[in-house]
């Protein structure tokens, strides 16, 4: 009897450690520390500084680019919607360049809805719910981690139809509201913005 009673526990826990977690939520507002690596695209790895904030449309990136052959630092500051606009501020030296162009599209939020749970996952050795998709209009396929312990993001993947790939791993997250003011162009750099073609 007791055996039985031994193998019902063992057989319930095992039930409910593949019982799937909730959707996860992508929240309104963070800020992370975030390498970006991309597969069979030009774009060179980089490690950046992510500023989000869905609810006003805006997010900034801080970080090393390449511009000219060089690698600098560079801030990209992006709102979206029917007034969107997209500003690339260089930072050379004593030099800084700026170029802005129109972005007519909203500020990615993933939908989680879309997404149905694989299973555990170890990335860098952290305990990760895995969640997979694909977009059936345009082919995209889609794979979020999320740590299994604190439900912040590990790692976002997106493979377009061309078979190029994207990676976003998350080294840092802070869910919260984000500081207007980091979203704004200073006068003096608007001023001498570049547009382009």
Partial sequence: MLKLAVTLALCVAAVVAQTPPSKPVWPNAFSATVFMQSVNTTIPPRFTRWFYDKTNERERFDGLDFWRGEQLFTTVIRTGGAQGMEYQIIYHQDETICFSQANKS????????????VGYTLIDYTVTNHWVATNRTTNWFFQYYESQKTREPVEYDVLDQHRNEVTYHFYEFDAGAQDSSLFTVAPLIRAVCNPRA
């Fill in 106 to 117: 909203p500020i990615y939020k993933p939908d989680f809805n879309l997404f149905n749970y």
